[in-house]
C-alpha cells in the first residue's frame, strides 16, 4: 500500500499571483466566445508562454524554469480557479516528462529550447484509438523499422491540440502483440514532427467536435516515415514510459479539478452572500450551506492528495497510486462543488453570463478522461489492495 514520506513543496504563493495577472486579461466573455467559434485560446497561450510559464519543468539549461511537477500543477490550478481553461495548455507540462525522463540528450538539446521559447509546441499525446478506449496495451498503430526509420500506419482518436501544435508524442506497436510475453510489451513513444508529416501527406487531421471546447481531433496517420532518432528511449518499452508521463498527467489534472472546484466556491460563496429570498441571503440556509461546506472539504482533501503525488514524482519515488487517487478524489470533489454551485444559482446557473454552466460541462470530463474512475478503483483494488484481476 501507499506510504512512503516525502516532504511537500510550499504553496508558490507568488506563482499563483504572477499567473492570475496574466487571467485577469482574458475575462469569461474571452472563454464564451472561444466556445461558441470552436477556437483556440491563441493569445493566452502566448502569454503563458511568454512568461515562460509552460516550460516550468524544462531545465533551465534548455531554457526553461527548472522548477517541479508541483509548480506547474500550481500554474494549471489556479488558470482554473480564474475561471479561465488549463486544458489548453497542460498537456505540454506533462508531456514534457515524458521527454525530459527518457529522452536522448540529442532529443532535449533539440526539442527543449524551441519548445521553452515558445517557437515549437508540444501538446498533443496520441495515444487513444477507437476500438481500444483504455486498454492501451491493445492499440493496433503500427511502426516497422526501415533502415534510419520507422514506418507507421493507424488511426487515434481524443488527440486534443494537435491542430495547433507543431510536435506530437505517439505510441505505436513496434512488436505484434502475439510475439510478447507480456501485452504491455513491444511499445514505443516517437515524437512526431507534425509539420513534416502533413507535408509527406501522412497525417490527417480532422476536428472532433465535443461538449467541451478542449481542441480535440482524429489523428489519421498513413505510411509515415519518422526518423529512428525520434524514438524515445528504446523500443518495446514504451508502455513504461507511458505510466511515468501519464502519473504526470493524473496529478496535473487532479490540480486543474481543484481549481475548477474552488472558482464554483468562489462563485457560490459570493452569490449566496448576495442573493436574497424571503428577506435573507440565501447563504444563511443550511440548504446551501452544508453542499459548499462539504465541497471545501472534500477540495482540501483532494488538493493535499495531489500534492503528495507530485512531492513523489518529483522525488522519482513511486507515485502511480497516489496519482490515480488524487485524481479521483479531485474529480468527485469537483463535481460535487458544480453540483452545489448550480443548486447555489438556481435558474442562473443555466445563464451563460454566470459561467457557471460552462464549467459544469467541462468539470464532467474528469470521472472519464485522461482515466475513469472504475479504471482507477480497479487498479487500487488489484495492485495496492492485492485483490484478484477484474480484467
Not at 94 to 108: F, N, P, V
Not at 236 to 257: C, H, K, M, W
Not at 272 to 295: C, T
Request: hydrophobic letters at 40%; proline letters at 4%.
Amino acid at each position: 500500500m501507499t506510504g512512503a514520506t516525502v516532504a511537500l513543496e510550499p504553496d508558490h504563493a507568488d506563482l499563483r499571483e504572477a499567473v492570475g495577472s496574466i487571467c485577469a486579461k482574458y475575462p469569461a466573455e474571452y472563454w464564451r466566445r472561444l466556445e461558441d467559434t470552436a477556437g483556440y485560446p491563441s493569445e493566452f497561450v502566448a502569454d503563458l508562454t511568454a512568461g515562460g510559464f509552460l516550460a516550468v519543468m524544462i531545465p533551465e539549461e534548455f531554457g526553461g524554469g527548472g522548477g517541479s511537477l508541483r509548480m506547474a500543477a500550481v500554474i494549471l490550478e489556479t488558470i482554473n480557479r480564474h475561471g479561465c481553461s488549463a486544458s489548453q495548455g497542460h498537456a505540454q507540462m506533462y508531456i514534457m516528462a515524458t521527454l525530459l525522463r527518457h529522452g536522448s540528450d540529442e532529443q532535449k538539446r533539440r526539442y527543449l529550447p524551441p519548445i521553452a521559447s515558445g517557437e515549437q509546441r508540444l501538446q498533443a499525446f496520441a495515444v487513444t484509438e477507437p476500438t481500444t478506449g483504455s486498454d492501451t496495451t491493445q492499440v493496433t498503430t503500427r511502426a516497422i523499422r526501415d533502415g534510419d526509420e520507422y514506418v507507421i500506419d493507424g488511426q487515434k482518436v481524443w488527440t486534443s491540440r494537435a491542430l495547433h501544435s507543431d510536435l506530437m508524442l505517439l505510441l505505436a506497436r513496434t512488436t505484434p502483440a502475439q510475439e510478447c510475453a507480456r501485452r504491455s510489451d513491444g511499445l514505443s513513444v516517437f515524437l512526431v514532427d507534425i509539420n513534416e508529416a502533413r507535408r509527406q501527406g501522412a497525417l490527417t487531421i480532422s476536428p472532433l467536435p465535443a461538449m467541451i471546447n478542449h481542441n480535440t481531433t482524429e489523428v489519421y496517420v498513413d505510411g509515415l516515415r519518422v526518423p529512428a532518432g525520434n524514438l524515445i528511449g528504446t523500443e518495446g518499452q514504451g508502455f513504461r514510459y507511458l505510466l511515468d508521463g501519464l502519473n504526470a498527467e493524473r496529478t496535473i489534472v487532479a490540480s486543474e479539478a481543484v481549481g475548477d472546484g474552488r472558482f464554483f466556491l468562489d462563485k457560490a460563496v459570493r452569490y449566496a452572500g448576495e442573493r436574497v429570498v424571503f428577506g435573507r441571503p440565501i447563504g444563511r440556509n443550511q440548504g446551501i450551506q452544508f453542499p459548499l461546506a462539504r465541497a471545501y472539504a472534500e477540495l482540501e482533501a483532494a488538493d493535499m492528495m495531489a500534492r503528495r503525488a507530485a512531492a513523489l514524482f518529483d522525488a522519482r519515488q513511486p507515485c502511480g497510486s497516489d496519482a490515480n487517487i488524487a485524481k479521483l478524489l479531485a474529480s468527485e470533489a469537483c463535481w460535487h462543488a458544480g453540483e452545489a454551485a448550480m443548486q447555489t444559482h438556481g435558474g442562473f446557473a443555466f445563464a451563460r453570463e454566470f459561467d457557471v454552466e460552462r464549467k459544469w460541462r467541462e468539470c464532467r470530463v474528469y470521472q472519464i478522461a485522461p482515466v475513469s474512475t472504475n479504471m482507477i478503483l480497479a487498479h487500487l483494488a488489484q495492485h495496492v489492495l492485492g485483490l484478484p484481476r477484474s480484467y
